[in-house]
């Protein structure tokens, strides 16, 4: 590996630092408990198992649970937009099997009455898994103790055969349920990640610092779509003469700042009236869900870092950590001054968007109370103009 070149990066240890985010936009829109994804991931896999999948195969589908979910901040329905979207982004991860729209008919039925019409074997059959599981964790939320809840799963699949689900698939999950600990395992976290880690092969694979940028994008692009914020990085980082490596780790950063905001309520994050003090303290912690997501993926140290201090400060008053200036970088400040600059530049629903005159006045302004680094802003403001 050409470490100024390339980084490690394997597809299911990013998803499962990522389901955190798309787990609290799906408990927003749905109100499924913590780690729905990763419990259908188990049940997948588990089920994958009865079906002798290939390495490969329990690879991909576990990683296809952890993204089911993806783009649910843009659209609230699973319908067909959704899921289109969904699997338009899907198609950008490193996949390993090649196959197609496992993500865009997981919410088909065996009898045809899903989103997209499909009938039996037409329906992949990740699909079909990933249907079965995530219906039962959306409905029941596998993770209840009480031993209701199971009896009350097997009555509603014994009246599904053939109707929603195939009578096969549903054989296969009373063969998987039938042992307690299949039970006592989905109701924790620790042994569900114990349990996915022993299941998988290690695929770590060796891409580009660029071919990761398109994978983070992803999330980027489902905060901010058509937004010019990774452009306007590049430029500064061209400005000040970063090497390839620096560059690169610095836009992956970039596109990555926003994705604790995932964390954040939609009611709250996209308001239109003042905030509450309550709701702000809320809004205040979208930094360190993007600390805590990242921090978990290898090779990613300096990345997480950079990300997650957009809202520090030079007077050490900022959020979360409330670091001072002579702990924030180049790159940190720098990821500051952007971060304002684009919000600035961004029309909201309370207001137009602002010049870049304008915005830089507002920057300079913040500066002089020692917020933002004034030659940073002063360095944007000729460099962007």
């Avoid at 053939?162 to 989905?186: A, T």
Wanted: aromatic share 12%.
């Amino acid at each position: 590996m050409n470490k100024k070149q390339q980084i490690q990066f394997n597809l299911n240890n990013f998803l499962l630092s990522t389901s955190l985010a798309l787990d609290l936009v799906e408990k927003d829109v749905h109100n499924t408990s913590k780690n729905h994804s990763k419990r259908v991931a188990y049940l997948s896999l588990k089920i994958g198992q009865k079906f002798d999948f290939s390495p490969q195969e329990m690879s991909d589908l576990c990683a296809y649970c952890l993204v089911h979910n993806l783009s649910l901040k843009k659209e609230n329905n699973y319908n067909k937009e959704h899921l289109e979207i969904a699997q338009e982004k899907v198609d950008n991860l490193p996949f390993l099997c090649g196959y197609k729209n496992i993500i865009k008919y997981h919410r088909e039925y065996f009898d045809g009455s899903g989103v997209f019409g499909l009938k039996g074997k037409l329906i992949p059959q990740f699909s079909q898994i990933i249907s079965l599981a995530h219906l039962l964790d959306e409905r029941f939320d596998l993770s209840k103790e009480h031993i209701e809840n199971r009896k009350e799963i097997n009555s509603f699949l014994e009246e599904q055969g053939n109707i929603l689900f195939s009578k096969e698939l549903i054989d296969k999950f009373f063969e998987v349920s039938s042992n307690i600990d299949f039970w006592l395992d989905i109701q924790n976290e620790n042994d569900i990640l114990y349990f996915i880690f022993g299941s998988l092969y290690d695929f770590t694979i060796t891409p580009t610092f660029e071919e990761v940028l398109s994978y983070t994008s992803i999330f980027d692009s489902l905060y901010s779509e058509n937004s010019d914020y990774l452009e306007k990085c590049s430029k500064m980082a061209d400005f000040y003469d970063f090497d390839h490596k620096d560059k690169q780790t610095f836009l992956i950063a970039a596109s990555l700042h926003n994705i604790g905001k995932l964390a954040i309520p939609s009611k709250i994050l996209n308001k239109q009236s003042k905030l509450t003090k309550d709701e702000y303290e809320i809004i205040k912690s979208y930094p360190y869900y993007t600390k805590k997501i990242l921090n978990n993926l290898m090779g990613f140290n300096d990345i997480s870092n950079w990300a997650s201090r957009v809202q520090e400060t030079i007077d050490g008053n900022g959020y979360p950590y409330k670091l001072s200036g002579k702990d924030l970088s180049l790159k940190d400040r720098l990821m500051a001054v952007l971060n304002v600059y684009q919000s600035l530049r961004t029309k909201k629903s309370y207001r137009d968007e602002y010049s870049h005159k304008d915005a830089v006045k507002i920057m300079l302004e913040l500066s002089s109370n020692n917020k933002l680094d004034k030659a940073t802003v002063l360095d944007l403001s000729k460099e962007l103009q």
